[in-house]
């Protein structure tokens, strides 16, 4: 069962700086309904990363508000916010242990049903029981038994683990093969279905998808709408 939000998350003016004097973000304005799904897209340096390291408060705002489910960002303990925020990243890290205990990263109390259940959603399972020692497999982030695409299908059995009522997503850029890509689209609308989603969007799919597009160029939303209004 998902853990929803009744309010949703805005964005309200938010302007906003790595170094004093240097502002990347000019006042952006965005919201996302409970439930929807927004693909954040623009160019290389439009402010996507930004957008998404401030929604974690990463950095606090220079100016601007950030809600989420009704309470700002920054009256949040971080803790909770954290807690409530799921994010995957495109190239996720991995530690040093099993890839049973790679999967309960973030929920080390849950069990074998609910860990198998959580990678048959992210379409991983079926590669782990092509192992020899399944889940009890020893892993690190520096071999190989994951190629890019698989890590990223793991980073999202641990964010389905967690069931966040927020989920960052960073769509993976590298080229990945086709059984892979259709992996990762499956485990993608599985992790989004029912959950209020920013997803930093790079494939035509995932844009159709979208109950809105937001459009950053500069640091500033340039357009917004579904695919039709576009
Ligand atoms: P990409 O698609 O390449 O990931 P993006 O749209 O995510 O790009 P951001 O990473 O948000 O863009 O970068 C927006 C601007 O902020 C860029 O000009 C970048 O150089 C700058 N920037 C990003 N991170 C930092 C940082 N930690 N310190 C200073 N400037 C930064």
């Given at each position: 069962e998902l853990t929803t939000i009744d309010q949703g998350i805005q964005l309200k003016d938010v302007h906003f700086s790595y170094q004093p004097g240097k502002e990347i973000l000019h006042g952006v304005n965005i919201n996302v309904d409970p439930g929807q799904m927004v693909a954040l897209v623009g160019p290389t340096g439009s402010g996507k990363t930004t957008v998404m390291n401030l929604l974690n408060r990463f950095y606090d705002l220079d100016s601007g508000q950030i809600t989420f489910d009704g309470t700002e960002i920054k009256e949040m303990d971080l803790f909770s916010l954290r807690e409530n925020v799921g994010i995957v990243l495109q190239d996720p890290q991995l530690f040093s242990g099993t890839i049973g205990e790679n999967i309960?990263?973030?929920?080390?109390?849950?069990?074998?049903?609910?860990?198998?259940?959580?990678?048959?959603?992210?379409?991983?399972?079926?590669?782990?029981?092509?192992?020899?020692?399944?889940?009890?497999?020893?892993?690190?982030?520096?071999?190989?038994?994951?190629?890019?695409?698989?890590?990223?299908?793991?980073?999202?059995?641990?964010?389905?683990?967690?069931?966040?009522?927020?989920?960052?997503?960073?769509?993976?850029?590298?080229?990945?093969?086709?059984?892979?890509?259709?992996?990762?689209?499956?485990?993608?609308?599985?992790?989004i279905a029912g959950r209020t989603s920013f997803v930093i969007a790079h494939r035509l799919k995932t844009i159709l998808n979208a109950d809105k597009i937001v459009v950053l160029r500069d640091g500033q939303v340039i357009e917004e709408g579904n695919h039709q209004a576009l």
């Open positions: 309960k990263f973030g929920k080390p109390e849950a069990s074998d049903d609910e860990m198998i259940a959580a990678a048959q959603q992210a379409r991983i399972h079926d590669f782990i029981m092509t192992l020899d020692d399944g889940y009890d497999t020893m892993i690190s982030d520096e071999n190989t038994i994951f190629s890019a695409g698989q890590k990223q299908l793991m980073s999202i059995a641990r964010t389905i683990m967690t069931n966040p009522k927020l989920l960052i997503l960073d769509e993976a850029t590298s080229n990945v093969d086709t059984v892979t890509e259709a992996q990762i689209q499956a485990a993608m609308d599985n992790v």
